[in-house]
């Protein structure tokens, strides 16, 4: 059974990977170093030249409204 799960778990880490790769910049760069590399919002926002920590913390709120939308709508197209 735990094998099962295992390969259920990678499975949809490999969806939500597939679908942030699959991003336009900046989202995917934005998810990228928030979520897998772990910078802070000010090391965001310098390297991707951010005037305002609000504007990008807005934008990050948006890339990631679209990757799950993307997510939730992969989900679907295999179920049917």
Same mark, same amino acid.
């Given at each position: 059974? *735990? *094998?099962?799960? &295992?390969? $259920? +778990? =990678? =499975?949809?880490?490999?969806?939500?990977?597939?679908?942030?790769?699959?991003?336009?910049?900046?989202?995917?760069?934005?998810?990228?170093?928030?979520?897998?590399?772990?910078?802070?919002? +000010? +090391?965001?926002?310098?390297?991707?030249?951010?005037?305002? $920590?609000?504007?990008?913390?807005?934008? /990050?709120?948006?890339?990631?409204?679209?990757?799950? +939308?993307?997510?939730?709508?992969?989900?679907? /197209? &295999? $179920?049917?």
């Amino acid at each position: 059974i *735990l *094998l099962g799960e &295992n390969h $259920i +778990e =990678d =499975d949809r880490i490999g969806v939500v990977v597939s679908q942030l790769e699959s991003l336009p910049n900046p989202c995917r760069s934005i998810l990228t170093y928030y979520y897998l590399k772990n910078l802070t919002y +000010e +090391e965001i926002a310098v390297s991707l030249h951010y005037k305002s $920590i609000n504007s990008l913390k807005v934008q /990050k709120y948006r890339c990631l409204k679209s990757l799950k +939308e993307r997510v939730f709508n992969n989900k679907v /197209k &295999n $179920i049917v």
